[in-house]
């Protein structure tokens, strides 16, 4: 079965510190690839998404990702975290039965 | 991104009474919805999901006697939570979807208290 998984669960960071959250997928056909994040009592909201070309796709509010096909990954960056960036992060796979599968979830806090 | 409200917000209740959820896509035709069911400090997990039309499919794992899935206008779609138990108490959240491999977006959420 189709799974993704968030290897870091609770992440606590310095403002200015760089992020870096690891996503990782387990399909071996072509997928869509999302991040979503959640701030504290707000609904779901998009990030990036890869669906095809450049890997290297870039979001709102300063974040990137990279998709590496070889490793299944799909990794979230931020060179420099605020303190506003404190929210909960979902990484989420699309397969083509079109249904979307949720990681784990990884809970950023970020200390003035 | 695309326009979803979810009603109510907040609903508390008793238990064995049903509360019915609606989710509406305002600016686009959801030719499917999927239902999620997000406990706290957990992750999304799709409850169901259902086309324009037809019957809802259901995840393993989740009662499709208790959970009432009616997606009968490509606008609105509701959820029924029936005779609901403590252990329902979740936060229930719609995603429209229109064309294959579009974006998915999410409603806002409905928190449920049973009592």
């Known amino acids: 079965a189709q799974s993704v998984s968030q290897h870091n669960h609770h992440v606590i960071l310095s403002e200015a510190a760089s992020l870096e959250l690891g996503c990782n997928y387990s399909?071996?056909?072509?997928?869509?690839l999302f991040w979503y994040v959640q701030y504290p009592g707000q609904h779901l909201q998009l990030l990036l998404k890869?669906?095809?070309?450049?890997?290297l796709v870039k979001g709102i509010k300063g974040f990137e990702a990279e998709f590496i096909k070889s490793k299944f990954s799909f990794n979230l960056r931020k060179p420099s975290v605020q303190w506003s960036d404190t929210a909960e992060y979902f990484c989420?796979?699309?397969?083509?039965?079109?249904?979307?599968?949720f990681g784990t979830g990884t809970r950023l806090q970020v200390f003035p | 991104g695309a326009v979803v409200s979810q009603h109510p917000s907040r609903v508390i209740c008793k238990s064995g009474t049903s509360v019915k959820i609606e989710c509406r896509s305002l600016?686009?035709?959801?030719?499917?919805m999927f239902w999620y069911r997000q406990f706290p400090k957990q992750s999304l997990m799709l409850m169901a999901t259902?086309?324009?039309?037809?019957?809802?499919?259901?995840e393993q794992g989740v009662e499709k006697d208790k959970f009432l899935i009616n997606h009968a206008s490509l606008t609105l779609s509701t959820l029924t939570v029936t005779s609901a138990h403590p252990e329902d108490s979740s936060f229930y959240i719609c995603?429209?979807?229109?064309?294959?491999?579009?974006?998915?977006?999410f409603g806002p959420g409905t928190r449920l208290l049973v009592l």
């Open positions: 995603s429209p979807s229109g064309l294959a491999g579009e974006t998915q977006y």
């Open positions: 890869y669906f095809s070309g450049d890997p």
């Open positions: 259902s086309n324009e039309g037809s019957k809802a499919t259901y």
């Open positions: 989420a796979v699309k397969v083509v039965t079109d249904k979307l599968i």
């Open positions: 399909y071996g056909g072509t997928v869509n």
């Open positions: 600016d686009f035709q959801a030719t499917t």
